[in-house]
Nanobody, 116 residues
Framework: QVQLVESGGGLVQPGGSLRLSCAASGFTFRYYAMSWYRQAPGKERELVAGIGSAGGNTNYADSVKGRFTISRDNAKNTLYLQMNSLKPEDTAVYYC?????????WGKGTLVTVSS
């Protein structure tokens, strides 16, 4: 059974940091390109960051460049998103996504709220 389980969300003040994790099971994690998406209230889901299967290629939305870092540990089947200098506009549900050879899996998301 394929599972992607996000964790690490919560309430943080502006300027603060959070580290999200996405634990994968039920498929061969190291084959899959992984990404983080987010969806804010009343807005469409958007790509935040992506990483290749071996971790060498990364890409970021302009809005998070220089503040967020995506990484993965293929030995632990886990994807990460380090989020620094958080802003209120980063408030959203964050989802991880796995893609490979036509397979496409999503987690259920973790809520990040940036507010004073």
């Amino acid at each position: 059974q394929v599972q992607l389980v996000e964790s690490g969300g919560g309430l943080v003040q502006p300027g603060g940091s959070l580290r999200l994790s996405c634990a994968a099971s039920g498929f061969t994690f190291r084959y899959y390109a992984m990404s983080w998406y987010r969806q804010a209230p009343g807005k469409e889901r958007e790509l935040v960051a992506g990483i290749g299967s071996a971790g060498g290629n990364t890409n970021y939305a302009d809005s998070v460049k220089g503040r967020f870092t995506i990484s993965r540990d293929n030995a632990k089947n886990t994807l990460y998103l380090q989020m620094n200098s958080l802003k209120p506009e980063d408030t959203a549900v964050y989802y991880c996504r796995a893609q490979y050879a036509g397979m496409d899996y999503w987690g259920k998301g973790t809520l990040v709220t940036v507010s004073s």
